[in-house]
């Protein structure tokens, strides 16, 4: 028998629920797509299945969250097709490439975000109407928002400001809210009436209406890694200054989806059981643990098992862009093979949603 690739964790008012009722495609209310850049990859087939099959034999009101890789992927849901789009999307991501200049052992940021930029007009230019007026589906790209020192991005002030960050918040998360601050965009038909699928009082947080003027800029600022991109700076419709990685304070979005949809479930495709809440904790093991915030909340994850049987051992991840450096053939082909393998997460979640089986269930 072939060894399962497939974890299904919840917390405890999820797991209730599923041994009550199972797991049904209309229970769902929010799908969140954490950051993580090509650990992502593997959620591909998971994402065609659940957005082309599963989920699309139900009728309610879903809100997609995405910070980084995963607004990319939650936004690629919204559009009419999703199945071959997000297939487009695997390619496209594993085979971008960026140019060394001389002298560089990396590429410059500036370059990468000029790439980055082609690479998104060519993905959703003319769709963006799909995205925004998904008759289901409310998305919130998530980014984050520099203040103070980090309201400009600056070759000076930018790096000594994320050092404060990081050592505010080595403190406790909640200070890393005077550096930096969460901006949703959030789709709808109405900008009066946007609401956001969680409550946000753990982090300074605002709310912008994504429209066609700003979606662009957004989903790019969304994927921006400090140093590695660039700030977008000044987005239409929200407040001025630079904008960074989702991800940053918001990595795996442990948000409090508990307090905002006490009767609604979380279903989180992840890549690991831990849903770390910003990048700048991913050093503090203590904070990577669930709390109340996912109580009602499914985290679907690779087996560490499974994972060992990837190429190289591992999920995809940036380091294979060191790993492999110019042998672009060789890099498309391990991601490949991770990506073609991960179709048994989407089997064996296919074949366990129709059972219902709460012993395959873990705590979360």
């Not at 980014?143 to 930018?158: K, P, Q, Y």
């Not at 959030?186 to 982090?203: I, V």
Request: hydrophobic share 40%.
């Amino acid at each position: 028998m072939a060894e399962r690739a497939l974890r299904i964790y919840a917390g405890p008012r999820a797991r209730r629920h599923i041994e009550q009722h199972g797991l049904r495609p209309q229970d769902i209310s929010v799908v969140p797509g954490a950051a993580g850049g090509p650990k992502g990859l593997v959620l591909g087939p998971l994402d065609r299945f659940l957005f082309g099959d599963w989920l699309a034999r139900s009728h309610q009101p879903v809100h997609l969250v995405g910070a980084s890789i995963g607004a990319w992927r939650m936004a690629t849901a919204c559009l009419d097709d999703p199945v071959p789009a997000f297939e487009r999307l695997a390619r496209d991501y594993i085979a971008q490439d960026y140019e060394v200049e001389p002298g560089r052992r990396t590429p410059s940021a500036r370059h990468v975000s000029e790439r980055f930029a082609q690479n998104l007009q060519a993905f959703y230019g003319g769709r963006v109407a799909q995205v925004l007026g998904h008759p289901r589906y409310r998305l919130h790209i998530v980014t984050s928002h520099g203040r103070h020192v980090l309201a400009r991005e600056h070759r000076i002030r930018t790096p000594l400001g994320y050092l404060g960050a990081y050592l505010s918040n080595g403190l406790h998360r909640r200070a890393l809210g005077g550096w930096l601050e969460r901006v949703v965009f959030s789709s709808g038909p109405d900008p009066e009436a946007l609401s956001l699928p969680f409550d946000d009082r753990d982090l300074p947080t605002r709310q912008v209406h994504l429209t066609g003027e700003n979606f662009f800029p957004a989903l790019q600022a969304s994927c921006s890694i400090p140093f590695v991109l660039q700030a977008v700076h000044d987005i239409p419709g929200a407040p001025p200054g630079a904008y960074w990685d989702g991800g940053i304070t918001d990595y795996h979005l442990h948000l409090d989806y508990a307090a905002a949809h006490p009767q609604g479930l979380v279903l989180y495709p992840h890549f690991q059981k831990a849903v770390v809440p910003g990048w700048l904790d991913k050093a503090w093991r203590w904070r990577h643990g669930a709390t109340a915030f996912l109580d009602n909340t499914i985290v679907l994850a690779p087996d560490p098992a499974w994972v060992h049987g990837l190429p190289n051992g591992k999920l995809p991840d940036r380091t294979d862009f060191t790993r492999y450096g110019a042998d672009l053939a060789a890099r498309t082909r391990a991601w490949t093979r991770a990506v073609d393998a991960s179709a048994q997460l989407a089997d064996e979640f296919a074949a366990w949603a129709e059972r219902g089986d709460p012993g395959r269930v873990e705590a979360l």
